[in-house]
Nanobody, 124 residues
């Protein structure tokens, strides 16, 4: 069993930055692919970014590429999402997710574990 706890959300003005953290419990964090998803009110959940286990291969949605950076610290069992140049359309609840193995996937259904989410609100 893996438990995920997100933190770092909040209210920020457009153009600002935030760093989200996702602390995990359980064994073998380094063996999990970690991802961030988000869900805005009235919209479906969407993929944001993911980082592989092992060699840190990263992938991003087109909407955040160049503005967001995903990173992991295996010693701290934590994955991060550094968000810069934030836009009002980035407003959403952000979720951390984990899946065993090495394959990165953008499909939320392929992730076994989820956090409770953290709210990010970007004002214009």
């Amino acid at each position: 069993q893996v438990r995920l706890v997100e933190s770092g959300g909040g209210l920020v003005q457009a153009g600002g930055s935030l760093r989200l953290s996702c602390a995990t419990s359980g064994r073998s964090f380094s063996n999990y692919v970690m991802a961030w998803f988000r869900q805005a009110p009235g919209k479906e959940r969407e993929f944001v970014a993911a980082i592989s286990s092992g060699i840190a291969i990263r992938t991003y949605s087109n909407s955040v590429k160049g503005r967001f950076t995903v990173a992991r610290d295996n010693a701290k069992n934590t994955v991060y999402l550094q968000m810069s140049s934030l836009k009002p359309e980035d407003t959403a609840v952000y979720y951390c997710a984990a899946r065993g193995g090495t394959m990165i996937t953008r499909a939320g259904a392929n992730y076994e574990y989820w956090g409770q989410g953290t709210q990010v609100t970007v004002s214009s």
